[in-house]
C-alpha cells in the first residue's frame, strides 16, 4: 500500500470507530498505533467509559475475530489457553481452543485475577504462540491484547507484574466524556442510535482486512527516522534508569516501543517522518506504566506524568 492510500484507510477507520465511540479520539487514535505496529495495550479507566465497547467496535472496523475474558479470582489459565479433553467417541483428546485463541482479545479486569493466571497471557503477548500440555500451538499474526483495569477500586485485585506490565507497548487512558460529548450520548440512547444498536447493526463498516493491516505494519518502515531522533528517544529512556525520584526506570523493551509508537503517531498524524513532538506526545502512554518512584517521594504527591514531564525537559531535543 502506498503512503497516502494508507493514510486514507486509517482516517476511514477512526471515523467509522467514532460512529460508536463518542468523544475519545486520542484513545481511539492509540488503539490504532497499538495495533498498526502489532503490540499490546493496557486501558485504564472507571466503569462506564466504553473500555469493552471500543475494543469491540475497533474488532469490527477492522474486521477481525473479537474473545473477551472476564478476569476473577477464580480464573484458571486453563480458561484462557484452553485444555485437551478426552473424546470418548475418537478414543483421543481433542484440544478445546480457550478464547485467546483470537485475533483481538480483550482481557476485562485483567487485575482481578492472581498472578499465575495473569501469567499465562505472557506467552501469547510475546511470541504469539500458546503452550497447552507440552504442545505449542500458534496464534493468529494479529494476535493484541487490549487488558483493562480499573485505576480506583483496588479491593480483590492483584497488581500486574512488572514482566508483564513491560509486554504492554502503552497504557491507554480513558477518562470521562466532556459535557457535550455526554450529552450527545445520553440524547442517543433514546433512539435507534444508542452506541450498542449501531454496533450491532450495518451501520459501521469494515474497511481493514488482514492483508491491509499485514501491509500498514510493513509500511511503518516507510516512516523516516533520522540518526538525532532514534538518540533522543534512547537518552530519554535512559534517563530514566538515572534519575534520582525514579527506583525501576525503563528498560530497553521501552526504547523499542516508543520508536515504533512515534513512527505510528507519525502516520495517523499524515506524515512519513517522525519528529520530536511525536516522542513528547508517546512519552508518557509508552513509557508510564514501567515506571516505579522512590516510595518517598510518591507520599510526597509526585507523580509519574510530572516525572516524566521533567525528563523531556531536561533532555536535549535535537535540532
Known amino acids: 500500500m502506498q503512503l497516502e492510500e494508507i493514510k486514507q484507510t486509517l482516517i476511514r477507520a477512526r471515523l467509522e470507530t467514532e460512529k460508536v465511540i463518542i468523544g475519545q479520539r486520542d484513545v481511539i487514535d492509540m488503539a490504532l498505533i497499538t495495533i498498526i505496529t502489532g503490540h499490546h495495550a493496557l486501558i485504564e479507566g472507571v466503569p462506564g467509559v466504553a473500555k469493552t465497547l471500543l475494543v469491540r467496535t475497533l474488532g469490527k472496523v477492522l474486521g477481525c475475530d473479537t474473545q473477551r475474558i472476564q478476569f476473577t479470582p477464580d480464573l484458571m489459565p486453563a480458561d484462557i489457553t484452553g485444555t485437551n479433553v478426552f473424546n470418548l467417541k475418537d478414543n483421543e483428546f481433542t484440544l478445546i481452543q480457550g478464547p485467546v485463541f483470537t485475533t483481538f482479545l ?6 482481578r485475577a492472581p498472578a499465575k493466571t ?22 493468529s499474526a494479529h494476535f493484541t491484547v487490549f487488558a483493562t483495569q480499573n485505576p480506583i477500586e483496588y479491593e480483590g485485585t492483584y ?3 512488572e514482566a508483564q506490565k513491560d509486554r ?4 491507554i487512558p480513558m477518562s470521562c466524556p466532556r459535557y457535550e460529548e455526554e450529552l450527545t450520548l445520553a440524547e442517543r440512547m ?9 454496533l450491532a447493526g ?11 493491516l499485514t501491509a500498514i505494519q510493513t ?16 537518552n530519554i529512556v535512559r534517563e530514566t534508569r538515572a534519575t534520582g525520584t525514579i527506583l525501576v526506570g525503563a528498560g530497553p523493551r521501552a526504547t523499542q516501543s516508543l520508536l515504533l509508537a512515534c513512527r505510528a503517531h507519525a502516520l495517523m498524524a499524515e506524515r512519513d517522518f517522525v519528529t520530536p513532538d511525536d516522542i513528547k506526545r508517546m512519552a508518557l502512554p509508552v513509557l508510564g506504566h514501567r515506571l516505579i518512584l522512590h516510595p518517598e517521594f510518591e507520599i510526597e504527591g509526585l507523580s509519574v506524568e510530572e516525572v516524566i514531564s521533567d525528563l523531556l525537559r531536561e533532555v536535549a531535543v535535537p535540532r
Open 106 to 111: 480483550l482481557a476485562d479486569e485483567i487485575n
Open 118 to 139: 495473569q501469567s499465562a497471557l505472557l506467552q501469547a503477548m510475546q511470541e504469539r504462540k500458546v503452550t497447552i500440555d507440552r504442545a505449542t500451538h500458534s496464534l
Open 159 to 161: 497488581p500486574l507484574p
Open 168 to 171: 504492554f507497548m502503552m497504557k
Open 190 to 198: 433514546l433512539g435507534p442510535e444508542a452506541p450498542e444498536a449501531v
Open 202 to 212: 450495518d451501520t459501521v463498516q469494515a474497511v481493514i482486512g488482514g492483508e491491509e
Open 219 to 234: 509500511a511503518l518502515q516507510a516512516v523516516t527516522v533520522r540518526r538525532e531522533i532514534i538518540e533522543y528517544i534512547v
